[in-house]
């Protein structure tokens, strides 16, 4: 699909709510989970990503996390997060669900964001239900290998949503409700293989007026899959891409040029 067309269609399909997945920040140098060159080839998410290995290691779990909150506070925006903030500052974007924890659609200065992930900006207590923000959490990591809540004494967990775990029910409820009455959906930098985004997919098509388009990043892959767990459940296998690339920054700079 053209830019110009796909401007177009979010012009004059509104209200637009956008999905985005770990392709919208690779740009910003964070890599993606499940492509060749993805944080999944090298690390076994049941080992460090899990609630699972929480439970039987946090000092692993809390490893990964310490690196991965170090990579992701020093990562910046890029043009298509500033190119999202700047739709919804003009009313073209209603709402952004994400799948991303680095909040930098927030540091973008998008509003309505809904990460049904969580974020790195905290880590939470599963005893008590506190939370720490994260530079607490990291100057704990100094000095500990596991960061511990100043309330009951438990470790903490990191503020994302581990494989296994449920998704945060009210992220998750905005995640699935909105698109319901959105005159167009748009998918940014999503392989549209992790719930809750292929359910989503699916909700426009409720509404003869609604229409559903997909924009990759300019490294992002699409992938084939309609499978959605009940729960945050680790890849099986690496999807086949099977989808053209798509220049994302120009496609939504075009929508208000
Ligand atoms: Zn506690």
Redesign the pocket.
């Given at each position: 699909m053209p830019a110009a067309a796909l401007a177009a269609l979010i012009r004059e399909r509104q209200p637009c709510v956008v999905l985005t997945g770990a392709g919208v920040s690779t740009e910003s140098g964070i890599p993606d989970f499940r492509s060749d060159s993805g944080i999944w080839a090298d690390v076994d998410p049941f080992e460090v990503a899990s609630i699972q290995a929480f439970r039987r290691n946090p000092e692993r779990v809390w490893s990964f996390y310490r690196e991965r909150i170090h990579l992701l506070r020093e990562a910046e925006p890029n043009a298509a997060h500033q190119a999202l903030a700047e739709l919804e500052r003009r009313g073209l974007v209603a709402a952004l669900v994400t799948q991303n924890i680095d909040t930098l659609h927030s540091r973008a200065g998008s509003r309505d964001v809904i990460e049904v992930h969580g974020s790195i900006r905290s880590a939470v207590?599963l005893?008590?239900?506190?939370t720490e923000a994260a530079d607490d959490v990291l100057a704990q990591l100094e000095d500990s290998p596991t960061p511990i809540?100043?309330?009951?004494?438990?470790v903490?967990k990191p503020g994302v949503t581990l494989f296994g775990e449920l998704l945060p029910p009210g992220a998750i409820e905005r995640a699935t409700d909105l698109p319901r009455p959105a005159g167009s959906v748009l998918f940014v930098g999503s392989s549209l293989e992790v719930w809750p985004v292929p359910g989503c997919r699916s909700r426009p098509a409720h509404s003869p007026s609604s229409t559903a388009a997909r924009l990759l990043s300019t490294t992002a892959r699409c992938s084939r899959s309609t499978q959605a767990p009940a729960q945050h459940s680790p890849p099986r296998s690496k999807p086949s891409a099977d989808g053209a690339r798509v220049d994302c920054t120009r496609c939504l700079a075009e929508c208000y040029d």
């Open positions: 207590c005893q008590c239900l506190s809540c100043i309330h009951c004494g438990d903490l």
